[in-house]
């Protein structure tokens, strides 16, 4: 049996950072206040690592996420293999550039001589009355762009394995740390391994209907469980992992036992990777679906600042419970 230890995500991050740089000297830490001088992160996941390791490896930058960006892709293209921290998922869009039209597209551009194994470690997620400048969910935008991985881990163990499967991969990964996740102990292996990317996790199995999600709403999705199950619901719960590449033979092979599909995220609804799901369930299993694929997802909105309306604007287990009894024909 695999010894496990109780830990919350950002402090899986923080482990499987340290087994990282201990393994491979050439892993490089970037970002802003990471060093321990500075307080180890805005979340706490790089304390101790320039304790240990030095300032030549875990380096504290300005406040320049272009800076970060156009650092860690100089580093990659040098051999190593850098970890850019930017310290919210809405500041990735000063670095736009760097992210989509370098990191993204120099294998491509080089014709393969050239890799940039980059990994980008940014904070998400509403709740928190941070408002519309700091808390959206933007892999649509990632998974959008040719070459680059786009990560959302919702445990603590998933934390760890897949940022140790972005660190070793030879092309770009953005690894999103939803603020929804972070502080939720669980379960992760002493030796921690690397997770594949591109595969999906099911986290309970079922018949009736199939719930595909990731990052914060697996959360919300599982509390959903009980009281599906209390009205009559077998619903098979599949937690993608990666959203790109995702994981279509795992949905695919889910939705076709099931005949129904659910698509729960917390970016906005309009134009989010839900679509894409969505559409692809309808070429491949048209015949085979009992009911129209349904999404949900935020509104057409900035993110907003007051709590009553910010809770309004995200996915609700009373919202998921409706839309999956809805789908299932028991509404």
Request: a negative charge; proline letters at 6%; one cysteine or more.
């Amino acid at each position: 049996m695999t010894e496990t230890v109780k830990m919350h995500a950002f402090q899986a991050v923080n482990a499987a950072l340290h087994q990282a740089m201990a393994e491979d000297p050439k892993v490089l830490v970037f970002g802003e206040d990471i060093a321990d001088r500075e307080g180890g992160g805005v979340t706490g996941a790089t304390i101790g690592l320039s304790t240990k390791f030095g300032d030549a490896r875990v380096k504290s930058t300005p406040i320049s996420e272009q800076a970060i960006i156009g650092a860690a892709i100089g580093a990659a293209l040098a051999g190593y293999k850098p970890v850019a921290e930017i310290m919210l998922m809405n500041f990735t869009t000063v670095a736009m550039d760097m992210i989509f039209n370098h990191a993204a597209k120099l294998r491509f551009m080089s014709g393969g001589q050239s890799t940039v194994p980059i990994t980008i470690r940014t904070l998400t997620g509403a709740g928190w009355q941070t408002a519309g400048q700091h808390a959206d969910h933007l892999e649509g935008w990632f998974a959008h762009a040719a070459g680059i991985k786009v990560v959302a881990p919702s445990t603590p163990a998933e934390y760890g394995g897949l940022l140790l499967s972005c660190i070793q991969d030879p092309d770009p990964c953005i690894i999103i740390e939803s603020a929804g996740t972070l502080f939720i102990p669980g379960d992760v292996p002493v030796n921690q391994t690397p997770i594949p990317l591109g595969k999906a996790r099911i986290v309970q199995e079922g018949t009736d209907v199939t719930i595909v999600s990731w990052s914060s709403m697996v959360i919300r999705s599982m509390q959903a469980l009980a009281p599906l199950a209390e009205a009559g619901i077998s619903a098979e719960l599949v937690d993608l992992r990666t959203v790109s590449p995702w994981d279509r033979e795992t949905v695919l092979k889910s939705v076709a036992k099931t005949g129904r599909l659910v698509v729960v995220h917390e970016a906005v609804r309009n134009f989010g990777p839900g679509a894409e799901i969505a559409a692809t369930v309808n070429e491949e299993l048209f015949g085979q679906l009992k009911a129209p694929v349904r999404r949900l997802g935020a509104p057409y909105s900035p993110v907003p600042f007051a709590k009553v309306l910010e809770d309004a604007y995200l996915v609700s287990v009373d919202k998921i419970v409706a839309a999956v009894t809805e789908v299932a024909g028991k509404g």
